[in-house]
């Protein structure tokens, strides 16, 4: 199981999504909705906890890349919940970027390389498996 490369990666990921919940993606200064005047602006950070949507996708993001883990033993379900996870993953960010859209200032925080990160390790994961995919299927075809 850990000596799986694509175990490492899928471990990173979900350390890293854990992270999001509390590192910053976006801060910036929101205008408070109904405030006229012009000069009173909040200050904002977005990350994982910053509305229920966020919430869930990024727990259910780590939750996924760790439980892909340990389904080793089978590799078309442990492939396809990387990508489920990768396209909540991508899910998460256009979400993310949706919110900084409401911003009037603001700039993108260390969260924000994190959630680039998590893409990465997925990737990477999902490579690897399939490359494990392939060897075992060209020894069974040797046999």
């Keep these: 199981m850990i000596q799986r ?24 200064n929101l205008m408070p909705e109904g405030n006229e005047s012009p000069g009173v602006m909040l200050y904002q950070e977005i ?12 727990i259910m993001i780590a939750v996924m890349a760790f439980v892909s883990i340990f389904l080793y033993s089978n590799r078309k379900l ?48 999902v490579k690897g498996i399939a490359k494990d995919k392939r060897i075992v299927a060209e020894s069974d075809r040797l046999r």
């Design 47 to 58: 990350n994982g906890m910053y509305s229920i949507v966020c919430n869930v996708l990024t």
């Design 78 to 125: 442990q492939i396809k919940f990387c990508i489920a996870t990768l396209f909540l993953e991508i899910t998460l960010i256009i979400y993310y970027w949706f919110i900084t859209k409401l911003f009037k200032e603001g700039t993108y925080s260390l969260g924000s390389l994190l959630q680039l990160l998590v893409l990465v390790f997925l990737l990477l994961s």
């Design 5 to 28: 490369i694509q175990s490492l990666w899928l471990l990173l990921a979900s350390i890293c999504a854990f992270a999001g919940l509390k590192i910053a993606f976006y801060t910036g």
